[in-house]
């Protein structure tokens, strides 16, 4: 079974759509997928996280998701869901994240930490560079902020923690 700390929460299902199982997943956090999402979601049920594979994603925002999952096939099943917490496999989430639509305001604040979980600096300002964006840290460093290189995105401890190369600051 899955750890919650390897989950993310990433929303909830809001409301059904149609008669065969589809439903709204509405987005709670500030970042959301640029890609159709695939795989598992997972659903916090008695505290318990039950994984439920994506069979299709039709819709895609940076609002919500509209989405049907495996033996959810009517509009019933699904609104014995509704309101539950959902949740993305950390590593899934990271893989999807739409870094190019970050408001910069968004990550302001968090600390930056390295992969040993040492403090490199706190975000200061985003900017955006042709490529990527780029984090200004407070000791006056610049990250590039990539998909690449993000190992974790915790919103709630305000923490990014990266991969960084060897000599980038």
Known sequence: MISTDDLFHVGFISKTHGYSGYFYLSFVSSFF??????????????????????????????????????????????????????????????DCLNLTNISPTVLTGFKLLDVDHKIVGTVTNVTASPAHYLLELNNESLVPLHNDLIISIDENNKTIIMDLPEGLL
């Open 33 to 94: 997928p640029s890609d159709k999402l695939k795989g598992f979601v997972f659903l916090m049920i008695n505290e318990k996280a039950v994984p439920f594979y994506i069979e299709n994603c039709l819709e895609l925002t940076d609002k919500y998701a509209l989405i049907k999952i495996e033996d959810l096939n009517t509009k019933e099943d699904i609104a014995a869901y509704s309101g539950l917490k959902v949740y993305l496999e950390k590593k899934l989430w990271q």
